[in-house]
């Protein structure tokens, strides 16, 4: 077994020395896959115009997010098993080879297959963004530097809207994908220089068994919900053959997993400690709210407030700011005391506090109680998202980091798809029946519509975000519950154990960078 396999117990490691700069490069590569998403939403319409296939279009996001839900997990165990720079860099490489083919792309159809490449390179971004975070950051330490990971989050959430609105409003749609090259060349270059981490590479059989089975789960689990109160109905035979896939396969994942000698997701990491698996709830559930928030907030202020769809991303600064500050706070409380449980507790308070008042609104809520009610939200989300990251790394060893930090961006991912699914449903049952028939809907479209049509559509807008914030409230309520149950484990001091003597001219390029 490699000496990386170990807990660390001693020392702190090397890489700390300028860690900040490291974690700059790695942090410049999360934000190119989280812009990506933002800025080729916002050019869907333009690319639509010019390529055709509107019939098509939802594949382009949801080829994507399956891809990238997929490939999570592979990306973190070959980190483990290969090394997590070289497969780090890599995964930086093949979301620029899709982005260049994407921008090159004749047909929907192309661009769909050439999606699928981006996809696969964002798995491995956000499995070894968090995997390297773990190998370098010891959990007593992370908290210094939540602060950067949650500026990430606010300016791909807000920047990518006003970058995808800017580019597509001034350049061809094509480099809503050149973009990326600039900033994903100087995240290769800045982390082939600075990241230095123990050589590591375990001789061990590839676990391929474990990988068709885990991607035949998560395909049938991602495909169910994208497609589950759109394409088809909840209780259509469709819906309900993927979703007995989904328990079959994930059944015959678990069982394989269980007899093979180097599993692609070691059970053992949900097994050994019960913070890990209440760490992943927490993280499920925040990955619903950011994603339902961040999608019906702002269709909310469009269409019942009037807010301008031209700067989007600027409506949901009041949930943003919040989240940016508390993580902030919150890492630097939780490096100097050691203590973490009171955050998720006090987050899921917030969150379900927040949501709950969300549920409340109508027609004549004024923008700024709104504002008020996103920041409650955004303080709950500062508290939960981040600490929850740092619970699950506590509780994994370093030898499975890659696995375990690839399982919270699977959750998080697998929480946002099957919860915009839901919520798409809700929001759906209670517009519909509110539309005049044959009648667009969206905050453009309301001009359109007479007087009378148009008061009942705003109150069903409403009614319908109020069933979708009260039920992401009541899993806040459960996950609450969960945090409850979140044993204070002493958060680990030590960061990676010290290389091998035949490692030592690494670790020098190490202390010297």
């Not at 979301?95 to 792309?105: D, R």
């Not at 990326?180 to 590591?200: C, D, E, I, S």
């Not at 449903?425 to 539309?435: G, H, I, K, N, Y």
Request: aromatic fraction near 8%; charge should be positive.
């Amino acid at each position: 077994m490699s000496t990386s396999d170990s807990l660390p117990t001693s020392g702190p490691s090397p890489a700390l020395k300028n860690v900040r700069w490291v974690l700059l490069g790695i942090m410049l590569a999360m934000l190119l896959s989280m812009l990506d998403n933002m800025v080729v939403s916002t050019a869907m319409p333009t690319i639509v115009g010019d390529l055709g296939g509107l019939e098509h279009i939802s594949w382009v996001v949801t080829a994507y997010t399956l891809i990238t839900a997929v490939t999570t997990p592979i990306w973190g165990k070959f980190g483990d098993l290969f090394g997590r720079k070289p497969m780090y860099l890599a995964s930086i490489a093949v979301f620029l080879v899709g982005s260049v083919l994407c921008g090159a792309a004749q047909s929907m159809t192309e661009l769909i297959a050439f999606r699928v490449v981006q996809g696969i390179g964002a798995g491995g971004i956000g499995a070894g963004a968090f995997a390297l975070i773990g190998a370098l950051v010891p959990p007593r330490e992370r908290g210094k530097y939540q602060g950067m990971t949650a500026s990430v989050m606010a300016i791909g959430t807000i920047g990518g809207p006003l970058l995808g609105g800017f580019v597509t409003g001034h350049f061809d749609w094509r480099w809503a994908f050149y973009v990326n090259l600039p900033l994903g060349l100087a995240a290769l270059v800045w982390l082939r220089l600075k990241l230095h981490v123990p050589a590591q590479r375990i001789e061990a059989k590839i676990d391929w068994v474990g990988i068709g089975l885990l991607t035949g789960s998560i395909t049938a689990i991602v495909l169910a919900a994208t497609w589950a109160g759109t394409t088809y109905a909840w209780g259509s035979w469709q819906i309900l053959a993927l979703g007995a896939v989904a328990v079959i396969v994930l059944a015959a994942f678990i069982a394989a997993e269980k007899r093979t000698s180097e599993p692609l997701l070691p059970l053992s990491v949900f097994t050994n400690h019960r913070n890990f698996p209440l760490a992943m709830v927490l993280i499920l559930v925040a990955g619903v709210v950011m994603f339902g928030a961040g999608l019906y907030l702002p269709l909310f202020q469009q269409t019942v407030q009037g807010a301008s769809a031209t700067n989007s991303g600027l409506l949901i600064l009041p949930m943003m700011i919040p989240v940016l500050i508390v993580s902030t706070i919150a890492g630097k409380v939780m490096s100097a005391t050691g203590k973490y449980k009171i955050f998720p507790v006090l987050g899921t308070l917030f969150l379900a506090a927040g949501l709950g008042l969300l549920a409340t609104m109508s027609t004549d809520t004024s923008p700024l109680l709104t504002s008020l009610y996103m920041v409650l939200v955004g303080i709950g989300l500062g508290f939960t998202m981040q600490m929850s990251g740092t619970i699950a790394q506590n509780s994994a060893p370093l030898r499975d980091m890659g696995a375990a930090m690839s399982s919270v961006n699977l959750f998080r991912t697998l929480g946002g798809s099957v919860g915009v699914a839901v919520f798409g449903s809700l929001f759906t049952r209670a517009v519909q029946p509110a539309l005049p028939a044959g009648a667009e809907t969206g905050p453009a479209a309301l001009h359109h519509l007479p007087a009378g049509a148009k008061d009942a559509y705003l109150r069903a807008v409403a009614t319908g975000t109020g069933h979708i914030f009260l039920t992401a409230a009541i899993l806040c309520g459960l996950a609450f519950v969960a945090a409850l149950f979140v044993i204070e484990v002493p958060l680990m001091k030590a960061g990676p154990p010290a290389p091998s003597a035949d490692r030592a001219d690494n670790t020098s390029a190490c202390a010297a960078n």
